[in-house]
């Protein structure tokens, strides 16, 4: 072999050896994502001996980056501002125990939360049906009440409260391709909080605890 041939091939190795490690490259950056996502909810509180408290209509939302260990498993850490809460229907009177109507009061809680989530894909096909479940933990921001009578007004603070929540998270949805490195995600998912909101104590009757249900809708970008 002559020296140009060797240097052809040479030549020719080292562009089939580059096109190879580009790819390697462009491979192991497409396991990660990029996306964000928002969603309508509804919120209460479970866990509470001393009366029943009805959903209320909430919302949620914020980002999250996604990594695929296996083509069907992935690793997802969300960053979410979340509002619970709580609705109740009550009666009022005056000091006389004289009937003076009744109304309809609602309590919110937002929240900033971090879920880290375990991502599994269903089917193979091109629109993925997933399921996912992890775990979450949430600081408390602000809360207030809404009432939709000219009944008696509750002040909250968020000193009143315990600061943080944590809890599970499960979900159920489909990832769509739309676009080359885009994909619409839609996910029906609960949170079932299990630290106690009030201040009362572990052996208090007054112990609830959050849970939303939320309807999410999301952007995932492939890097």
């Not at 462009?26 to 029943?52: C, D, M, R, Y």
């Not at 992935?74 to 109304?103: C, P, Q």
């Not at 009578?149 to 944590?166: A, F, V």
Request: charged share 15%; glycine share 10%.
């Amino acid at each position: 072999m002559n020296k140009k041939a060797a240097y052809h091939k040479f030549i020719i190795s080292l562009l089939l050896l580059t096109n190879f490690a580009v790819g390697q490259d462009n491979e192991a950056g497409s396991k990660l994502s990029i996306g964000i996502h928002g969603a309508p909810s509804a919120a209460t509180w479970w866990g509470n001996q001393v009366f029943t408290r009805d959903y209320r209509l909430s919302f949620t939302g914020g980002f999250a980056v996604q990594y695929a260990v296996k083509p069907r498993f992935s690793v997802r850490i969300e960053a979410n501002y979340e509002r619970k809460g709580f609705s109740y229907s009550f009666s009022y009177t005056d000091v006389n125990a004289n009937s003076l109507g009744t109304g309809n009061q609602s309590f919110y809680f937002d929240y900033i939360t971090l879920p880290l989530l375990a991502k599994f894909d269903l089917t193979k096909n091109k629109v993925k049906l997933y399921t996912n479940g992890g775990i979450y933990v949430g600081y408390l921001v602000r809360c207030g009440s809404q009432t939709s009578s000219s009944g008696p007004q509750s002040t909250i603070s968020p000193s009143d409260y315990m600061r943080t929540d944590y809890g599970f998270i499960g979900g159920l949805g489909l990832d769509i391709p739309i676009m080359q490195h885009v994909a619409l995600l839609l996910e029906a998912r609960e949170n079932l909080g299990i630290a106690a909101i009030t201040k009362g104590g572990a052996g208090s009757i007054e112990n609830p605890r959050n849970q939303s249900v939320a309807l999410m809708i999301g952007i995932r970008y492939k890097l």
